[in-house]
Protein backbone atom coordinates (compact mmCIF):
# COMPACT_ATOMS: atom_id res chain seq x y z
CA UNK A 1 0.00 0.00 0.00
CA UNK A 2 1.70 3.28 -0.92
CA UNK A 3 1.88 6.17 1.39
CA UNK A 4 -1.47 8.13 1.72
CA UNK A 5 -1.35 11.65 0.54
CA UNK A 6 -3.57 13.03 3.14
CA UNK A 7 -0.36 12.69 5.39
CA UNK A 8 1.79 15.18 3.14
CA UNK A 9 -0.40 18.20 4.96
CA UNK A 10 1.67 17.40 8.46
CA UNK A 11 3.89 19.94 7.58
CA UNK A 12 7.24 20.06 9.45
CA UNK A 13 6.56 16.74 11.40
CA UNK A 14 8.65 13.63 9.65
CA UNK A 15 8.66 11.24 12.12
CA UNK A 16 4.38 12.34 12.77
CA UNK A 17 4.28 11.36 9.23
CA UNK A 18 6.44 8.02 8.82
CA UNK A 19 4.66 6.77 12.37
CA UNK A 20 1.01 7.63 11.03
CA UNK A 21 1.87 6.12 7.71
CA UNK A 22 3.52 2.59 9.03
CA UNK A 23 0.01 2.58 10.87
CA UNK A 24 -2.11 3.06 7.90
CA UNK A 25 0.03 0.56 5.95
CA UNK A 26 -0.29 -2.47 8.41
CA UNK A 27 -3.82 -1.98 8.95
CA UNK A 28 -3.69 -1.51 12.68
CA UNK A 29 -5.18 2.50 13.07
CA UNK A 30 -5.59 2.57 16.73
CA UNK A 31 -8.80 4.10 18.59
CA UNK A 32 -7.42 6.25 21.08
CA UNK A 33 -4.36 8.36 20.51
CA UNK A 34 -2.94 11.72 22.13
CA UNK A 35 -1.07 14.06 19.91
CA UNK A 36 1.66 16.18 22.06
CA UNK A 37 2.74 19.64 20.90
CA UNK A 38 3.14 22.73 21.04
CA UNK A 39 0.41 25.77 19.63
CA UNK A 40 1.37 25.78 15.67
CA UNK A 41 2.87 22.70 15.67
CA UNK A 42 0.36 20.89 13.06
CA UNK A 43 -1.14 18.92 15.55
CA UNK A 44 -4.92 19.62 14.52
CA UNK A 45 -4.00 19.12 10.48
CA UNK A 46 -2.59 15.71 11.90
CA UNK A 47 -5.70 14.72 13.38
CA UNK A 48 -7.99 15.56 10.13
CA UNK A 49 -5.58 13.97 8.44
CA UNK A 50 -5.45 10.44 10.60
CA UNK A 51 -9.44 10.91 10.35
CA UNK A 52 -8.82 10.75 6.20
CA UNK A 53 -7.48 7.49 6.63
CA UNK A 54 -9.36 5.88 9.30
CA UNK A 55 -13.02 6.81 7.26
CA UNK A 56 -11.56 6.60 3.69
CA UNK A 57 -11.78 3.27 1.89
CA UNK A 58 -8.76 3.44 0.59
CA UNK A 59 -6.78 4.15 3.48
CA UNK A 60 -6.58 8.45 3.24
CA UNK A 61 -6.72 8.77 -0.91
CA UNK A 62 -6.96 11.74 -0.45
CA UNK A 63 -9.29 12.78 -3.63
CA UNK A 64 -12.60 10.80 -2.68
CA UNK A 65 -15.96 12.27 -1.03
CA UNK A 66 -14.83 11.37 1.98
CA UNK A 67 -11.33 13.00 1.82
CA UNK A 68 -12.87 16.23 0.42
CA UNK A 69 -15.79 16.70 2.89
CA UNK A 70 -13.33 15.98 6.06
CA UNK A 71 -10.69 18.34 4.52
CA UNK A 72 -12.87 21.07 4.77
CA UNK A 73 -14.36 20.41 8.13
CA UNK A 74 -17.75 19.09 7.49
CA UNK A 75 -18.32 15.25 7.46
CA UNK A 76 -20.95 14.33 9.31
CA UNK A 77 -18.70 11.68 10.70
CA UNK A 78 -15.96 13.71 11.80
CA UNK A 79 -16.50 15.92 15.18
CA UNK A 80 -14.25 18.40 16.49
CA UNK A 81 -14.88 19.64 20.48
CA UNK A 82 -13.05 22.71 22.57
CA UNK A 83 -13.33 23.25 26.10
CA UNK A 84 -16.60 25.87 26.73
CA UNK A 85 -16.16 26.60 29.82
CA UNK A 86 -14.03 29.42 31.27
CA UNK A 87 -11.84 26.98 33.18
CA UNK A 88 -11.47 24.11 30.81
CA UNK A 89 -13.94 21.47 29.84
CA UNK A 90 -17.72 20.98 30.99
CA UNK A 91 -18.56 17.64 32.23
CA UNK A 92 -21.90 18.05 30.16
CA UNK A 93 -19.55 18.43 27.14
CA UNK A 94 -17.95 15.31 28.09
CA UNK A 95 -21.27 13.65 28.80
CA UNK A 96 -21.97 14.59 25.70
CA UNK A 97 -19.19 13.29 23.71
CA UNK A 98 -20.06 9.43 25.37
CA UNK A 99 -23.86 9.63 24.51
CA UNK A 100 -22.68 10.30 20.77
CA UNK A 101 -20.14 7.68 20.42
CA UNK A 102 -22.66 4.61 20.61
CA UNK A 103 -24.48 6.04 17.77
CA UNK A 104 -23.68 4.72 14.19
CA UNK A 105 -21.62 6.73 11.66
CA UNK A 106 -24.01 8.61 9.38
CA UNK A 107 -22.09 8.11 6.48
CA UNK A 108 -18.58 6.41 6.65
CA UNK A 109 -18.02 2.98 8.37
CA UNK A 110 -16.28 4.70 11.43
CA UNK A 111 -16.28 8.01 13.22
CA UNK A 112 -13.75 9.84 14.64
CA UNK A 113 -13.74 12.38 17.29
CA UNK A 114 -11.10 15.49 17.43
CA UNK A 115 -10.91 16.94 20.64
CA UNK A 116 -8.47 20.03 21.74
CA UNK A 117 -6.58 20.83 24.78
CA UNK A 118 -7.03 17.92 26.48
CA UNK A 119 -4.47 19.38 28.79
CA UNK A 120 -7.73 21.42 29.93
CA UNK A 121 -9.82 18.64 30.96
CA UNK A 122 -9.77 18.47 34.83
CA UNK A 123 -10.59 15.33 37.10
CA UNK A 124 -14.51 15.45 36.72
CA UNK A 125 -14.18 15.72 33.30
CA UNK A 126 -12.10 12.79 32.72
CA UNK A 127 -13.84 10.57 34.94
CA UNK A 128 -16.71 11.01 32.43
CA UNK A 129 -14.67 10.03 29.92
CA UNK A 130 -12.29 7.37 31.02
CA UNK A 131 -15.17 4.50 30.57
CA UNK A 132 -15.12 5.93 26.64
CA UNK A 133 -11.61 5.86 26.37
CA UNK A 134 -10.90 2.56 28.19
CA UNK A 135 -13.68 0.69 25.82
CA UNK A 136 -14.94 2.79 22.87
CA UNK A 137 -17.12 1.08 20.13
CA UNK A 138 -15.30 -0.09 17.75
CA UNK A 139 -16.39 2.27 14.79
CA UNK A 140 -14.88 4.93 16.88
CA UNK A 141 -11.57 6.87 16.50
CA UNK A 142 -10.60 8.81 19.43
CA UNK A 143 -8.00 11.63 18.57
CA UNK A 144 -7.40 13.91 21.51
CA UNK A 145 -4.66 16.83 21.58
CA UNK A 146 -2.44 19.03 24.05
CA UNK A 147 0.15 21.10 24.59
CA UNK A 148 2.26 18.62 26.52
CA UNK A 149 2.38 15.17 27.84
CA UNK A 150 2.62 16.58 31.41
CA UNK A 151 -0.08 18.74 31.28
CA UNK A 152 -2.56 15.94 30.77
CA UNK A 153 -4.12 13.53 33.07
CA UNK A 154 -2.31 10.36 33.97
CA UNK A 155 -5.32 8.57 33.75
CA UNK A 156 -6.07 10.27 29.96
CA UNK A 157 -2.36 9.45 29.42
CA UNK A 158 -2.12 5.84 29.79
CA UNK A 159 -5.37 4.71 27.68
CA UNK A 160 -3.63 6.34 24.49
CA UNK A 161 -0.59 6.31 22.25
CA UNK A 162 1.41 9.12 22.49
CA UNK A 163 2.07 11.05 19.51
CA UNK A 164 5.26 13.81 20.08
CA UNK A 165 5.10 16.91 17.91
CA UNK A 166 8.78 18.99 17.72
CA UNK A 167 8.73 22.45 18.07
CA UNK A 168 8.60 24.01 14.82
CA UNK A 169 10.80 27.65 15.08
CA UNK A 170 9.22 31.00 12.94
CA UNK A 171 12.36 30.74 10.32
CA UNK A 172 11.88 27.33 9.55
CA UNK A 173 7.64 27.66 9.47
CA UNK A 174 7.96 30.66 7.22
CA UNK A 175 10.47 28.41 4.75
CA UNK A 176 7.58 25.91 4.83
CA UNK A 177 5.25 28.40 4.11
CA UNK A 178 6.98 30.10 1.11
CA UNK A 179 7.32 25.95 -0.09
CA UNK A 180 3.67 25.82 -0.19
CA UNK A 181 2.83 28.86 -1.62
CA UNK A 182 5.44 30.53 -4.02
CA UNK A 183 5.00 33.85 -1.35
CA UNK A 184 8.13 35.47 -0.33
CA UNK A 185 9.33 35.13 3.17
CA UNK A 186 7.90 38.54 4.40
CA UNK A 187 4.32 37.42 3.27
CA UNK A 188 4.77 34.26 4.69
CA UNK A 189 5.74 36.06 7.95
CA UNK A 190 3.11 38.31 8.27
CA UNK A 191 0.79 35.53 7.73
CA UNK A 192 2.12 32.84 10.30
CA UNK A 193 1.55 35.70 12.76
CA UNK A 194 -1.50 36.46 11.51
CA UNK A 195 -2.29 32.71 12.35
CA UNK A 196 -0.79 32.70 15.88
CA UNK A 197 1.47 30.59 14.69
CA UNK A 198 -0.19 27.69 12.54
CA UNK A 199 1.37 26.92 9.35
CA UNK A 200 -1.57 25.46 7.88
CA UNK A 201 -4.04 28.44 8.43
CA UNK A 202 -0.98 31.08 7.30
CA UNK A 203 -0.78 28.82 4.75
CA UNK A 204 -4.31 29.49 3.60
CA UNK A 205 -3.81 33.39 4.43
CA UNK A 206 -0.67 33.79 2.33
CA UNK A 207 -2.47 32.86 -0.64
CA UNK A 208 -5.49 34.44 0.06
CA UNK A 209 -5.82 38.14 -1.32
CA UNK A 210 -8.89 38.93 0.47
CA UNK A 211 -7.32 38.17 3.64
CA UNK A 212 -4.39 40.19 3.13
CA UNK A 213 -6.49 43.33 2.50
CA UNK A 214 -8.44 42.45 5.68
CA UNK A 215 -4.68 42.68 7.53
CA UNK A 216 -4.41 46.20 5.76
CA UNK A 217 -8.02 47.02 7.24
CA UNK A 218 -6.89 45.63 10.69
CA UNK A 219 -3.24 47.58 10.93
CA UNK A 220 -4.98 50.95 9.04
CA UNK A 221 -7.06 51.02 12.22
CA UNK A 222 -4.34 50.75 14.72
CA UNK A 223 -2.28 53.23 13.08
CA UNK A 224 -5.74 55.95 13.17
CA UNK A 225 -6.31 55.01 16.91
CA UNK A 226 -4.34 58.58 18.00
CA UNK A 227 -6.89 60.85 15.95
CA UNK A 228 -10.11 58.46 16.61
CA UNK A 229 -12.70 59.75 19.23
CA UNK A 230 -15.23 56.63 20.74
CA UNK A 231 -17.90 57.11 17.94
CA UNK A 232 -14.61 56.08 15.25
CA UNK A 233 -13.82 53.09 17.37
CA UNK A 234 -17.33 51.66 17.36
CA UNK A 235 -18.08 52.08 13.91
CA UNK A 236 -13.94 50.23 12.84
CA UNK A 237 -14.87 47.93 15.48
CA UNK A 238 -18.21 47.00 13.64
CA UNK A 239 -16.37 47.25 10.06
CA UNK A 240 -13.56 44.51 11.12
CA UNK A 241 -16.07 41.90 12.92
CA UNK A 242 -18.37 42.01 9.31
CA UNK A 243 -15.12 41.68 7.72
CA UNK A 244 -13.65 38.88 9.27
CA UNK A 245 -16.78 36.82 9.52
CA UNK A 246 -17.32 37.47 5.43
CA UNK A 247 -15.18 34.39 4.70
CA UNK A 248 -17.96 32.39 7.00
CA UNK A 249 -20.56 32.57 4.44
CA UNK A 250 -18.57 30.52 2.00
CA UNK A 251 -18.20 28.05 4.94
CA UNK A 252 -22.42 28.19 5.41
CA UNK A 253 -23.08 27.86 1.78
CA UNK A 254 -20.84 24.80 0.94
CA UNK A 255 -22.61 22.98 4.32
CA UNK A 256 -26.20 24.01 2.89
CA UNK A 257 -24.82 22.63 -0.38
CA UNK A 258 -23.37 19.17 1.29
CA UNK A 259 -26.88 18.81 3.54
CA UNK A 260 -29.12 18.90 0.89
CA UNK A 261 -27.29 17.04 -1.62
CA UNK A 262 -27.69 13.92 1.04
CA UNK A 263 -30.66 14.80 2.76
CA UNK A 264 -33.00 12.72 0.72
CA UNK A 265 -30.79 9.58 1.70
CA UNK A 266 -30.76 10.45 5.26
CA UNK A 267 -33.21 9.84 8.34
CA UNK A 268 -34.24 13.01 10.05
CA UNK A 269 -32.70 11.89 12.94
CA UNK A 270 -29.39 12.18 10.96
CA UNK A 271 -30.44 15.15 9.50
CA UNK A 272 -30.42 16.87 12.95
CA UNK A 273 -27.13 15.44 14.29
CA UNK A 274 -25.75 16.89 11.04
CA UNK A 275 -27.07 20.26 11.11
CA UNK A 276 -26.02 20.99 15.43
CA UNK A 277 -22.69 19.78 14.17
CA UNK A 278 -22.53 22.26 11.56
CA UNK A 279 -23.63 25.16 14.00
CA UNK A 280 -20.85 24.18 16.29
CA UNK A 281 -18.54 23.85 13.36
CA UNK A 282 -19.77 27.53 12.01
CA UNK A 283 -19.38 28.60 15.58
CA UNK A 284 -15.15 27.46 15.97
CA UNK A 285 -14.27 28.71 12.42
CA UNK A 286 -16.47 32.23 13.64
CA UNK A 287 -13.94 32.16 17.10
CA UNK A 288 -10.86 31.23 14.58
CA UNK A 289 -11.58 34.72 12.76
CA UNK A 290 -12.28 36.99 15.68
CA UNK A 291 -8.71 35.50 16.71
CA UNK A 292 -7.00 36.21 13.82
CA UNK A 293 -8.24 39.85 13.68
CA UNK A 294 -7.18 40.24 17.27
CA UNK A 295 -3.62 38.13 16.25
CA UNK A 296 -2.55 40.80 13.64
CA UNK A 297 -3.63 43.58 16.20
CA UNK A 298 -0.99 41.88 18.31
CA UNK A 299 1.59 41.87 15.84
CA UNK A 300 1.13 45.09 15.07
CA UNK A 301 1.76 46.30 18.65
CA UNK A 302 4.99 43.81 19.41
CA UNK A 303 6.31 45.30 16.28
CA UNK A 304 5.81 49.00 17.96
CA UNK A 305 7.45 47.51 21.15
CA UNK A 306 9.97 46.24 18.84
CA UNK A 307 11.06 48.82 17.30
CA UNK A 308 11.47 50.98 20.12
CA UNK A 309 14.66 49.49 20.69
CA UNK A 310 16.05 51.29 17.72
CA UNK A 311 16.46 51.78 14.18
CA UNK A 312 17.56 48.34 12.38
CA UNK A 313 15.18 46.00 14.74
CA UNK A 314 13.17 43.38 12.95
CA UNK A 315 9.96 42.91 12.44
CA UNK A 316 7.09 41.17 11.14
CA UNK A 317 4.88 43.86 9.46
CA UNK A 318 7.39 45.02 7.37
CA UNK A 319 5.35 46.44 4.94
CA UNK A 320 4.15 48.69 7.63
CA UNK A 321 7.10 49.88 9.29
CA UNK A 322 6.64 53.70 8.67
CA UNK A 323 3.30 53.64 10.94
CA UNK A 324 5.05 51.46 13.09
CA UNK A 325 8.64 53.44 13.80
CA UNK A 326 6.14 56.57 14.01
CA UNK A 327 4.11 54.79 16.49
CA UNK A 328 7.17 53.79 19.09
CA UNK A 329 8.37 57.63 18.46
CA UNK A 330 5.18 58.46 20.91
CA UNK A 331 4.80 55.58 22.68
CA UNK A 332 6.61 54.27 25.83
CA UNK A 333 7.43 50.44 26.41
CA UNK A 334 5.80 50.33 28.96
CA UNK A 335 2.47 51.31 27.55
CA UNK A 336 2.80 49.02 25.10
CA UNK A 337 3.04 46.27 27.61
CA UNK A 338 0.00 47.33 29.40
CA UNK A 339 -2.22 47.42 25.65
CA UNK A 340 -0.32 43.41 25.06
CA UNK A 341 -1.93 42.46 28.58
CA UNK A 342 -5.53 43.83 27.63
CA UNK A 343 -5.09 42.28 24.14
CA UNK A 344 -4.64 38.98 26.04
CA UNK A 345 -7.65 39.73 27.92
CA UNK A 346 -10.04 40.12 25.16
CA UNK A 347 -8.69 36.63 23.64
CA UNK A 348 -9.63 35.35 26.58
CA UNK A 349 -13.34 36.89 26.53
CA UNK A 350 -13.60 35.88 23.10
CA UNK A 351 -12.60 32.25 23.71
CA UNK A 352 -15.11 31.84 25.89
CA UNK A 353 -18.13 33.55 24.35
CA UNK A 354 -17.99 36.93 25.31
CA UNK A 355 -19.74 39.18 22.90
CA UNK A 356 -17.47 39.73 20.03
CA UNK A 357 -18.64 43.37 19.32
CA UNK A 358 -17.64 44.30 23.59
CA UNK A 359 -14.42 42.29 23.09
CA UNK A 360 -13.16 44.12 20.14
CA UNK A 361 -14.64 47.87 21.29
CA UNK A 362 -13.64 47.56 24.46
CA UNK A 363 -10.11 46.37 23.37
CA UNK A 364 -9.38 49.20 20.65
CA UNK A 365 -10.78 51.70 23.73
CA UNK A 366 -8.30 50.26 26.30
CA UNK A 367 -5.23 49.90 22.93
CA UNK A 368 -6.13 54.02 22.31
CA UNK A 369 -6.08 54.56 26.04
CA UNK A 370 -2.86 52.69 26.89
CA UNK A 371 -0.63 53.86 23.98
CA UNK A 372 -2.06 57.58 23.48
CA UNK A 373 -4.39 58.82 26.72
CA UNK A 374 -8.14 58.58 27.32
CA UNK A 375 -8.72 61.67 24.85
CA UNK A 376 -8.17 61.56 21.01
CA UNK A 377 -6.70 64.16 19.02
CA UNK A 378 -9.89 64.41 17.09
CA UNK A 379 -12.22 62.15 15.01
CA UNK A 380 -10.72 61.67 11.66
CA UNK A 381 -12.06 59.06 10.03
CA UNK A 382 -10.07 57.00 7.48
Same mark, same amino acid.
Not at 311 to 326: P, Q, S
Given at each position: ??????????? $??????????????? %??? $??????? &????????? #??????? #? #????? &? &?? @????????????? !????????????????????????????????????? #??????????????????????????? =???????????????????????????? =???????? $???? %????????????????? +? @???????????????????????????????? +??? +??????????????????????????? /??????????????????????????????? /????????????????? *????? $??????????????????????????? *? /??????? +?????????????????? /?????????? !??? &?????
Amino acid at each position: MSAPDVFDRIL $GQPQVRRFLRAQVAA %QCI $GQSYLFC &GPAGSNKTA #AAYALAQ #A #ALCEK &G &GC @GICSTCEKIRRRN !HPDVRYIAPEGAAGYLVGQIRDITSDVDRAPIQAQRK #AYIIDRVDLMNASAANAFLKTLEEPPQ =HVVLILLGRTREAVLPTIVSRCQVVPFR =HIPAHEAC $GIIS %QNTGVPPMRAAVALAAC +D @GSISRAIEFAKSTERFAFRQRVLDVMESLPLA +DDL +DIIQYASELLDAAKAPLDLVRASQERD /LAASSEFLAKSAIRQIEARNKRALTARTTES /LHQTTAIMRSWLRDVLA *ATAGA $GVTIVNEDRRAGIEAAALRVKPAALVR *A /LRAHARC +DEAIRYNVSPETCIDVLL /LQIREELYGS !HSA &GGVAI
